[in-house]
């Protein structure tokens, strides 16, 4: 279920709390939980809806600018269902949490055995070490870069990165990856730690910006969101390369942060 950035920030401020949808079947479940660049937000109700049945109330919780509005987005799909799904923002992303908790040495054992696991049951050989390795080496490189160092086809590689993810061992930027210091704890075991680039203070640019407004910031030397903070709305469009989705998703970032653009 996609949500548009603006959305998210609302649901999270507790200002929107509805959605409504026009679909074939229901594409979400009570209780589902979605991650999303704001952290969780859960599914609390899916209902038939019928457009004569919504009423303003409806319109102001789904962030709507009018009723008028609500019913003419959902008209433009009259071959569908409308659904309304009720949200409410569930915390932050718990992955995002783990990945700064250092393991001890039983913990650093456990996930060892589980990456052995990995390799032993993958259909194209041990992959774990390597590509802890290679993320470390090479931070904030893209996907298809990486990949092509290991010997391996972009989208399986990128598919094995998201298992070491759920264990809060790698980070995915707006552009590449990192290793988290719970990934770094565990790459080192056994061996003396290596030698890193100390790490930026600030939160980093979020990934849905996309990669040409990640480049034109970072061009900028803008890296973090604290950093795009100082800047005015039409400073950060002048910037080529970051265009009208990008600002909307940095809005809804500095939001989730409570910042927000100068001026």
Known sequence: MMIRPAELAAIRAGEVDLAFRRWDRPRVRVGTRMRTAVGLVEVTSVEPVTLSALRADDARRAGAASLAALREGLAARPGRTAYRVGLRYAGPDPRAQLREQVPDAAEIERLRAWLDRLDAASPHGPWTRA????????????????????????????????????????????????????????????????????????????????????????????????????????????????????????????AALGLGLRG
């Not at 490189?141 to 391996?152: I, Q, S, Y």
């Not at 061996?191 to 034109?216: F, H, K, N, V």
């Open 131 to 254: 590509t802890l390795e290679v993320i470390d080496a090479h931070p904030e490189v893209r996907a298809p870069e990486l990949a092509a160092r290991l010997g391996r086809e972009t989208l399986s590689w990128k598919a094995d990165v998201r298992k070491l993810k759920e264990k809060g061992l790698t980070e995915s930027l707006a552009i590449g990856y990192r290793l988290s210091p719970r990934g770094e704890a565990v790459l080192d075991h056994g061996g003396p730690p290596r030698e890193r680039a100390p790490r930026q203070d600030g939160t980093p640019l979020p990934r849905e910006i996309g990669a040409p407004a990640t480049r034109a910031l970072r061009g900028a030397g803008l890296t973090t969101l604290e950093a795009v903070a100082g800047l005015t709305e039409d400073e950060l469009r002048a910037l080529h390369g970051v265009g009208p989705m990008a600002v909307d998703r940095l809005r809804a970032a500095l």
